[in-house]
């Protein structure tokens, strides 16, 4: 009976042991494909406007929207990023 109990209270001791956890201190990489269209833009804005792009290709909606919105404050007559927004 001895026995068992100091193999539950070891047991138990292992099982309920805090786990470290491995806390990343900066962002991971962003990894998008690389995407050209050509627009009738700013060109301070290319650079935007093509990341959002990939953004949008990837799935990542929320940041794509974010960045055509960035795109047109940059150039407020940049209509193929309002059409970015769209929904």
Same mark, same amino acid.
């Given at each position: !009976?001895? *026995?068992? +109990?100091?193999? /539950?209270?070891?047991?138990?001791? %292992?099982?309920?042991?805090?786990?470290?956890? *491995?806390?990343?201190?900066?962002?991971? &990489?962003?990894?998008? $494909?690389?995407? =050209? @269209?050509?627009?009738?833009?700013?060109?301070?804005?290319?650079?935007? @406007?093509?990341?959002? !792009?990939? /953004? /949008? =290709?990837? +799935?990542? +909606?929320?940041?794509?929207?974010? $960045? +055509?919105?960035?795109?047109?404050? $940059?150039?407020?007559?940049? $209509? %193929?990023?309002? &059409?970015? %927004? *769209?929904?």
């Amino acid at each position: !009976m001895r *026995r068992l +109990f100091a193999v /539950l209270t070891v047991a138990t001791v %292992i099982v309920a042991s805090p786990v470290p956890v *491995r806390v990343q201190s900066s962002p991971p &990489a962003e990894k998008l $494909g690389k995407v =050209h @269209f050509e627009n009738s833009c700013n060109a301070a804005v290319a650079g935007d @406007f093509d990341r959002a !792009m990939a /953004l /949008l =290709h990837s +799935f990542e +909606f929320s940041a794509a929207i974010a $960045g +055509f919105e960035q795109v047109l404050k $940059g150039d407020p007559e940049c $209509g %193929i990023a309002a &059409a970015g %927004i *769209r929904r």
